[in-house]
């Protein structure tokens, strides 16, 4: 069985990779994501590269194989899962999941996963809107790219319904809760920019200003 570490590792060159269309992770962002020194990265790519579940070429970064994305998709599907158990069962908020999850996701068997997303009803999205990859560990859910953008590019008068949040940092997620911008939710546009680097929203009954840049890590489709 893979360890936890090199659990962590492939699903880490898999969330950065897969952010860049799918151009090779360097040692500096896989460091810089798990908190390591660079030298700690390059030891263990070799170990990935030994294992042939990560090619690693000098100066050129590092990408999956075939394995090593099974292995990452079937990492992340455990953590997706268990974020949304946790918060439909034991009534844990969404900015406390990721946490928990992180623990737990090396910690639970893939016939238990399978059975917590029998009991879910096959979701195909965490509380955060990322989609859960697929029993068989191969792909996501197929999903039309066109249907989301970042509410940062949303122009004013028009309406929207949050689908995804980049930035999951529980400081963030508690500020969005707060503002009644959690997952699905629904609002409209009233002014972007309107001035002073901000945009204004309408959610509900309540107006919000939202800065640009916070706005842009927020993923919207047609309300």
Not at 124 to 153: C, F, K, M, N
Not at 202 to 213: F, H, K, P, T, Y
Request: charged share 25%.
């Amino acid at each position: 069985m893979p360890s936890l570490t090199v659990e962590n590792y492939v699903k880490t060159i898999w969330q950065i990779t897969s952010t860049q269309d799918g151009r090779a992770a360097s040692t500096g962002q896989i460091a810089t994501s798990l908190g390591v020194a660079p030298g700690t990265v390059t030891s263990m790519l070799k170990t990935l590269d030994a294992a042939r579940l990560a090619t690693h070429r000098r100066y050129e970064g590092v990408a999956l194989t075939r394995a090593g994305r099974m292995l990452a998709l079937r990492v992340i599907r455990r953590h997706r899962l268990i974020e949304l158990f946790l918060l439909r069962t034991l009534d844990m908020t969404w900015d406390e999941v990721h946490d928990e999850a992180e623990h737990l996701e090396h910690a639970v068997s893939d016939l238990l996963v399978d059975r917590i997303d029998a009991y879910l009803g096959h979701p195909e999205v965490d509380p955060h809107g990322d989609p859960i990859p697929r029993a068989d560990a191969q792909s996501l859910p197929a999903a039309d790219e066109a249907a989301t953008r970042p509410l940062a590019e949303c122009a004013a008068g028009s309406s929207f319904r949050l689908a995804r949040v980049l930035d999951q940092s529980p400081p963030f997620l508690r500020y969005l809760t707060e503002s009644g911008l959690e997952l699905n939710a629904t609002g409209a546009v009233e002014r972007n920019p309107d001035g002073a680097g901000l945009m204004r929203i309408r959610v509900g009954d309540r107006r919000l200003s939202l800065a640009i840049d916070a706005a842009g890590k927020l993923l919207v489709g047609e309300a």
